[in-house]
């Protein structure tokens, strides 16, 4: 009996010494790969071309006009960076849009709203009378990213 509780003696001592260089092995492994830099992907294979500017509402549209008439409006709008173009494109009857015209970026900033204001025009083209005509304002900025909102009117 007594050679018996000595040989379990053995085999728990062998087991903790086990378990101890085993537990030794995963802190020292653990160690190394916390070391370890891993590459950024993201980061080391695109670049940021900043903010994009935003396009904030258009006021001013009624929802229906007559042909030949002019729809005023004001895109209402800001950019953290540099802003170059604003574009107008119109689609009649969900076609493609058409650009129809850009103007370039005049600053009008408005203390009271944070915002520029930009006045606007679209003359409704003649033979469009049941048709519905979307307008959309886009804000180009110099790096290129945009932002744009839209209203949309029936023709009488």
């Not at 728990?12 to 378990?19: F, G, P, S």
């Not at 160690?31 to 940021?48: A, K, M, Q, V, Y």
């Amino acid at each position: 009996m007594g050679s018996e509780l000595n040989n379990q003696m053995i085999e728990q001592m062998n087991y903790l010494k086990i378990l101890y260089k085993t537990t030794i092995c995963m802190l020292l492994i653990s160690g190394l790969i916390s070391c370890h830099d891993e590459p950024d992907f993201l980061g080391d294979n695109t670049r940021s071309l900043g903010s994009f500017p935003v396009a904030a509402f258009i006021t001013g549209n009624e929802s229906t006009y007559d042909e030949n008439d002019v729809v005023s409006f004001q895109l209402q709008f800001w950019s953290d960076e540099e802003i170059d173009v604003i574009n107008v494109y119109a689609s009649i009857d969900e076609a493609t849009p058409t650009l129809e015209f850009t103007t370039p970026f005049t600053p009008n900033f408005s203390e009271d709203l944070g915002l520029h204001l930009l006045d606007l025009t679209y003359t409704v083209p003649t033979g469009t009378s049941g048709k519905t005509i979307e307008i959309e304002v886009e804000v180009v900025n110099k790096n290129t990213l945009t932002d744009a909102q839209s209203f949309s009117f029936t023709v009488n």
